[in-house]
T-cell receptor, first 113, second 113 residues
Framework: NAGVTQTPKFQVLKTGQSMTLQCAQD?????MSWYRQDPGMGLRLIHY???????DQGEVPNGYNVSRSTTEDFPLRLLSAAPSQTSVYFC????????????FGSGTRLTVV | GNSVTQMEGPVTLSEEAFLTINCTYT??????LFWYVQYPGEGLQLLLK?????DKGSNKGFEATYRKETTSFHLEKGSVQVSDSAVYFC????????????FGQGTELSVKP
């Protein structure tokens, strides 16, 4: 059981480049989310999804796009990378009931130069 | 809006000391409450949870009780070990509203031998 798998683990981008952070889960979870973690700010929600075909914005969505065409996958796209997007990104998934909490991936450390 | 406030760190303790990390929340309604732990270089792991008032979550010697009257979910452990050194995050979620996790800023714990 792989849980939540994020790729890549590390990435360096130049300002203005685009890229996609991949996230896949094999637990048949309905809910999936993307967070960014910055020093002293905890984790902030970027986008989330309650099921295939349904996505919505979180607290800090600007500069990011998501789609959810299958239950398993929830990619995060950076359209035109900026230095302010340098962060650690975590994907998480959960059943639609809160009894089990969220399972997190191991993260992607992104640096934009 | 909904929010979570944790005591600031870092917290430094000697091995076998008693640990309390304070967490209070502001929310409209009755969310599910969680403690997550992040070891260096890793993603977040669910430590314990409580889904209704007066529930006590427990795991690995850690405990927290959902106190509706004081809107608190303080984390405690009777005797910490060096291996407990990590960052601890308190979080809330409303699972009937898409299950979005809202995190506190995290509390770093360092346990010295």
């Amino acid at each position: 059981n792989a849980g939540v798998t994020q790729t890549p683990k590390f990435q360096v981008l130049k300002t203005g480049q685009s890229m996609t952070l991949q996230c896949a889960q094999d637990m048949n979870h309905e809910y999936m989310s993307w967070y960014r973690q910055d020093p002293g700010m905890g984790l902030r929600l970027i986008h989330y999804s309650v099921g295939a075909g349904i996505t919505d914005q979180g607290e800090v969505p600007n500069g990011y796009n998501v789609s959810r065409s299958t239950t398993e996958d929830f990619p995060l796209r950076l359209l035109s990378a900026a230095p302010s997007q340098t962060s650690v990104y975590f994907c998480a998934s959960s059943y639609s009931k809160g009894d089990y909490g969220y399972t997190f991936g191991s993260g992607t450390r992104l640096t934009v130069v | 809006g909904n929010s979570v406030t944790q005591m600031e760190g870092p917290v430094t303790l000697s091995e076998e000391a008693f640990l309390t990390i304070n967490c209070t929340y502001t929310a409209t309604g009755y969310p599910s409450l969680f403690w997550y732990v992040q070891y260096p270089g890793e993603g977040l792991q669910l430590l314990l949870k409580a889904t209704k008032a007066d529930d006590k979550g427990s795991n690995k010697g850690f405990e927290a009780t959902y106190r509706k009257e004081t809107t608190s979910f303080h984390l405690e452990k009777g005797s910490v070990q060096v291996s407990d050194s990590a960052v601890y995050f308190c979080a809330l979620a409303f699972y009937n509203q898409g299950g979005k996790l809202i995190f506190g800023q995290g509390t770093e714990l360092s346990v010295k031998p």
